[in-house]
């Protein structure tokens, strides 16, 4: 089974600040993808970033990164120069390959202070 | 820009009713999904549909739920006979691939 663990339930960061989610699972797949979404107050799922566990490079969306560690099994996502509508649960998701189901970790409520 | 949407936004209901969520998935997409989260939560999968037939479903997707492609647009999910704890935020997927993309969810609340 796969699981995915989100330690940190809450975190705060100045505006403009850089602050880094953290996110680590278990499985037994050799390939496989995870994403990170944000959910702010509206309760909608959005996509932040996707990694596919083939590419050793880290991917990165604008102020949004990654830092990919496949034999630690540890996917954080890095956010900067924090803005006020980053303010949201991230929710950190693994996704094998057969049968596309989605595992999503707990949550972490991030709160960008101005 | 497509997206998944999803109707009702919000609906109240009495324990022992039956009720029908919908979604209208991205249009080229192969692959539907339904999630829940009760509040505070974390996100749980249901089920995903593909090519007109349940895919995988998890232990809370008991005989109580069931899901349905009518038409070449719509999929619901049907609850047959709502229980207090079924009140939760029910999210509709769809994925052409590997991403998948959320609509905005349906509030359920059962009294």
């Known amino acids: 089974a796969q699981t995915v663990t989100q330690s940190q339930p809450e975190m705060s960061v100045q505006e403009a600040e850089t602050v880094t989610l953290s996110c680590t699972y278990d499985?037994?797949?050799?390939?496989?993808?995870l994403f990170w979404y944000k959910q702010p107050p509206s309760r909608q799922m959005i996509l932040v970033i996707r990694?596919?566990?083939?590419?050793?490079q880290n991917a990165t969306e604008n102020r949004f990164s990654v830092n990919f560690q496949k034999a630690a099994k540890s996917f954080s996502l890095k956010i900067s120069d924090s803005q006020l509508g980053d303010t949201a649960m991230y929710f950190c998701?693994?996704?094998?390959?057969?049968?596309?189901?989605?595992?999503f970790g707990t949550g972490t409520s991030l709160t960008v202070i101005p | 820009e497509p997206e998944v949407t999803q109707t009702p936004s919000h609906q109240v209901t009495q324990m022992g009713q039956e009720v029908i969520l919908r979604c209208v998935p991205i249009s080229n997409h192969l692959y539907f999904y339904w999630y829940r989260q009760i509040l505070g939560q974390k996100v749980e999968f249901l089920v995903s549909f593909y090519n007109n037939e349940i895919s995988e479903k998890s232990e809370i997707f008991d005989d109580q739920f069931s899901v349905e492609r009518p038409d070449g647009s719509n999929f619901t999910l049907k609850i047959r006979s709502t229980k207090l704890e079924d009140s939760a935020m029910y999210f509709c997927?769809?994925?052409?691939?590997?991403?998948?993309?959320f609509g905005p969810g349906t509030r359920l609340l059962v009294l």
């Open positions: 997927a769809s994925s052409g691939r590997e991403t998948q993309y």
């Open positions: 990694q596919e566990a083939y590419k050793q």
């Open positions: 998701a693994f996704m094998k390959l057969v049968g596309n189901q989605f595992y």
């Open positions: 499985t037994s797949e050799n390939n496989y993808y």
